[in-house]
Each structure stands twice: as structure tokens, then as C-alpha cells.
């Protein structure tokens, strides 16, 4: 029985594909490895939003040509957004690699993993080309490229794959994402999501009911509906338009069902509709991440975000005014090119004044292809890039533990997720989340208490951390 290991890097999308990829394996009939070495099936699901994501997948597999001397039947494949971005370049960087498929090909997958595997059967059962397994074919597979072809063909030809889901896949059997559109047609300047994921397209409503009940039934109570710009979710048929709202709306109606999460939110779009739906929908967690990017207007038009920063202050008041105990989270690229010190400024008033639960801050780092390489210089020095990081970090880290000290001597209530700890006396330290999002640490015997909800006294805080411990029992009577 041959064996597949998957190794993922990137975000959600890549981690939920790499489960998919991992269900429609198994339902070929191969088996998963423990880790790399056992593996006749090396598959690595990459991403490319850094340059530092590809060196380390393209040193990855430098390392792995051992490997396929060692194994010549073996297959060794790159799928996800490096694959779609690079295509034969993978080939010619990598000649042992034998297999590459973009994230709107994977549909195709586990047929171009049994075809490779019986093509090298077939030659290292041949005396003279024993050894000889990497000169058998190699299967590039991709969707057709945005600039190069019109929206309709190109959306077709990024495909839909929903192979069944399978518990054994995901990392825990109480959690799991579900993704309700593909791709992204925002094309921000910095960004090269919307070459490698193809045109928006969204998910019948049906069809995601489907697969959330499906999950529900396998024991999942905390379900994350994910889309690059999941709030631009907009299904036409039959002379009715779905928007998101009415997905929390039909998708919180599902029994069984505790926990309900959407990301990542685009800051244009987010009507009241949106709002209201969370602020209703009692599955529906307060947590939303809405990235900002800049505080600077100059920065934000370079990106292409097309929204300014007083837009984005003014969705964040409507936010906090219209959810109660509402957590916004935000993602921010420091050192875009031409950066001053006085936008760079701005954006650390934007981030003083919106009280983020947290902020993801990345230096820029230029990617071929996208436009921000092509119009702009990467001008900002790197020291530069650096310090406005720290001091960011340092800002948001600040915002977070006083945000965070709030919840000392309150009651939380969080979904278990599992082991952060082991003691070596014994015990464990248990780790789960809040329906706002906020980690919550405690001790516990073991890890019994994994995947159910809990409600704790919260003793102490850091900035991404709260400390909790369960209540005391009460006896009453005698
Ligand atoms: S919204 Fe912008 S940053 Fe997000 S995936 Fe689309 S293009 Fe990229």
C-alpha cells in the first residue's frame, strides 16, 4: 500500500486544500505516512505571498533529490500557489520533480498520483531503467492565466474540488473550515492571490448547507466559513441574490452546530446587513478580521485598497457600535514602497485608535508579477522595514494586554482545543479560544476535556494569552 505525506505552509485556504487533498487520497486507496521518510508520495502545498516561502520550498526539495535516488518509483509533487505562480520553472529548478498542480487542479490530483505511480511501477520493473524513475513524465496542471485569457474562461478553469471530508484529516474532529467562495478579484497591488486562486466565484448556498451538516454530523461544533474576501460572497440565481448574511443566517440554523466564524473580511463591503447578522446570531462569534494594510492614505491608493483611512476608522466605530463586545483583528504591511515616516506615522494612529485585539504585521516583500513590482521600487531599507515593525509590534502588544488585563476576575467561555503543555510531574496545560478569539490557558489532570466548552475564571493576563482556571465546585447541603 503506497503512502502520501503532505507538507502545508500558507493560510487557511492552504491548510483547508491540504485536507481535501488528504480525503481524495484516501478514497484512492493510499495511505497517509506518519512523516516524510515512509512516504512513497511527497506532496508540498506552498504558498507565495513571501519570497521567503518559496526559497524555503524550493530548498526543501533540493534536499529531497536523495531521496528520489533512493526512491525511484517514488513521486514528488508541489501543489497549491507556488505551483500555479511558477508552472515549468518548478520543473526546471527541481528536475526530480514530478508533478506540479495548481489550487484550481486539484480535482485531479489522486487520478495524476495513481498515473505517475503505475508509469514508474512500469520502468523500474524494466531491468535496464531501474534507478531511472525521474526521467518518467511529469504532469503540470493549471489553470489558465488572468492576463492572458478572458474572466469566464479563466474562472472555469480554476475547478471546484469537495471530495467527502474526512475527520481523520483535520487536525482536531470538533473544528474545521469550510470554504464558501475561491479566488479574489480585488487585485491589490501587492498582492498575487488573485493570479494564483483565479476570478471570484461563489458556493450555492446548498451546497455548503450540505457539506456544514455533513460535518456536523462527523462531531464538529465549530465551523469557519472561509473566502480571500469571504464578505464578497454573492450568489445569483433564480432573480435572488445570497449574500453572506443570509450564509450566517442558514448555516447557524443547523442543529448541533455551537460556534460559527467567518474570514477574512474585506473593508469595503461590509454592509449592515453583515453586521447585524453577528449581532444576532447567537453562533456567531464576535471576532472579526478585517485587514487595514495602512493608516495612510498615499499608502493605501499605492495598494490599491480602495478604501481611505477614515473609511476604515468609520467601519470600525460601526463595528464596535453596532456588536457588542465586538474583537477586531487587522493585518498591516509595513515599508510599502515609498513609506514615509509620516505615513508610517499615520498608521500607528490608526492602530492607537482602533484598539485591535491584534494586529499581523509583515515587512513588504516585493513578489514578481503583481503590480506593486511592476509600478513601484521596493525604496524602504530593510533597517527601516525592521524598526517600523517593532514599533508597531510593540503599540499593538501594548493595546492587547490592556484589552486583555479587562477579563481578569470575569467568567469566559472557550471551545477546548487542546494541548499547549505537558507538565513533567504530570498534568497538562489545556488551551482553547474564546468566542472573541482570545487564547485561554489552564491546567488540567489531562486532556480529557479537549473539544468540549468550558467556562473558567480568568486569574491573569498577557498580551495573547488569558489565564484561566475552572471554578471550584460548589456542594450545597450537608
Ligand atoms: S483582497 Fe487584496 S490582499 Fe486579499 S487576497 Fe484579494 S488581492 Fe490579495
Given at each position: 500500500m503506497q503512502k502520501f505525506y503532505i507538507e502545508t505552509v500558507g493560510c487557511q485556504m492552504n491548510v483547508l486544500d491540504s485536507e481535501l487533498v488528504y480525503s481524495g487520497l484516501v478514497q484512492s486507496g493510499l495511505v497517509p505516512a506518519?512523516?516524510?521518510?515512509?512516504?512513497d508520495i511527497i506532496l508540498f502545498n506552498t504558498c507565495s505571498i513571501r519570497q521567503h516561502a518559496e526559497d524555503k520550498i524550493y530548498s526543501a526539495l533540493g534536499r529531497l533529490k536523495h531521496w528520489k535516488v533512493l526512491k525511484p518509483y517514488g513521486v514528488l509533487g508541489v501543489i497549491g500557489c507556488m505551483a500555479q505562480k511558477d508552472q515549468n520553472i518548478i520543473f526546471q529548478r527541481?528536475?526530480?520533480?514530478d508533478l506540479v498542480v495548481g489550487p484550481g487542479q486539484l480535482e485531479l490530483l489522486p487520478e495524476t498520483v495513481h498515473q505517475l505511480l503505475d508509469e514508474k511501477l512500469q520502468r523500474t520493473s524494466e531491468p535496464n531503467l531501474?534507478?531511472?524513475?525521474?526521467e518518467s513524465g511529469k504532469k503540470l496542471l493549471v489553470s489558465l492565466k488572468r492576463r492572458e485569457h478572458r474572466h469566464a474562461e479563466v474562472a472555469g478553469s480554476f475547478r471546484l474540488f469537495d471530495p467527502v471530508r474526512n475527520?481523520?484529516?483535520?487536525?482536531?474532529?470538533?473544528q474545521a473550515m469550510v470554504r464558501i467562495m475561491f479566488g479574489c478579484?480585488?487585485?491589490?497591488?501587492?498582492?498575487?492571490v488573485p493570479s494564483v486562486r483565479g476570478p471570484e466565484q461563489s458556493r450555492p448556498p446548498q451546497e455548503i448547507l450540505d457539506e456544514v451538516r455533513r460535518l456536523v454530523g462527523q462531531g464538529v461544533v465549530e465551523i469557519t466559513l472561509i473566502g480571500q474576501?469571504?464578505?464578497s460572497y454573492c450568489y445569483k440565481a433564480g432573480g435572488k441574490t445570497v449574500l453572506l448574511s443570509d450564509i450566517l443566517y442558514l448555516v447557524s440554523a443547523?442543529?448541533?452546530?455551537r460556534r460559527l466564524c467567518f474570514v477574512?473580511?474585506?473593508?469595503?463591503?461590509?454592509?449592515e446587513d453583515l453586521l447585524w447578522a453577528v449581532r444576532d446570531?447567537?453562533?456567531?462569534?464576535?471576532?472579526l478580521h478585517v485587514p487595514?494594510?495602512?493608516?495612510?492614505d498615499g499608502v493605501l491608493g499605492r495598494m490599491k485598497r480602495n478604501y481611505s483611512a477614515t473609511e476604515y476608522r468609520e467601519l470600525v466605530n460601526r463595528i464596535y457600535s453596532t456588536i457588542p463586545n465586538a474583537s477586531i483583528t487587522s493585518d498591516f504591511i509595513v515599508g510599502?514602497?515609498?513609506?514615509?515616516d509620516g505615513e508610517f506615522l499615520q498608521t500607528v494612529e490608526l492602530v492607537e485608535g482602533s484598539r485591535f485585539r491584534n494586529s499581523f504585521i509583515f515587512k513588504y516583500s516585493e513578489r514578481p508579477g503583481t503590480k506593486s513590482a511592476e509600478l513601484y521600487?521596493?525604496?524602504?531599507p530593510e533597517p527601516v522595514k525592521k524598526m517600523r515593525n517593532r514599533v508597531l509590534l510593540a503599540i499593538q502588544d501594548k493595546i492587547s494586554l490592556e484589552q486583555n488585563r479587562q477579563f481578569i476576575g470575569k467568567t469566559a467561555e472557550i471551545l477546548v482545543e487542546g494541548i499547549s503543555r505537558q507538565f513533567e510531574n504530570g498534568g497538562v496545560q489545556l488551551s482553547g479560544r474564546t468566542s472573541c478569539g482570545r487564547i485561554v490557558v489552564f491546567d488540567a489532570?489531562?486532556?480529557?476535556?479537549?473539544?468540549q466548552f468550558l467556562k473558567l475564571n480568568i486569574y491573569d493576563a498577557a498580551p495573547f494569552t488569558l489565564f484561566g482556571r475552572q471554578p471550584e465546585p460548589v456542594f450545597h447541603g450537608k
Open positions: 506518519t512523516d516524510r521518510r515512509n512516504a527541481a528536475p526530480h520533480v531501474v534507478g531511472r524513475g525521474e475527520p481523520e484529516a483535520r487536525l482536531n474532529r470538533f478579484d480585488k487585485f491589490c497591488t501587492y498582492c498575487i474576501a469571504v464578505n443547523v442543529e448541533g452546530l477574512t473580511n474585506y473593508p469595503r463591503g461590509m454592509g446570531l447567537p453562533k456567531v462569534a464576535g471576532h487595514a494594510q495602512s493608516g495612510s510599502f514602497c515609498g513609506e514615509t521600487s521596493d525604496d524602504v489532570p489531562d486532556d480529557r476535556l479537549t473539544g
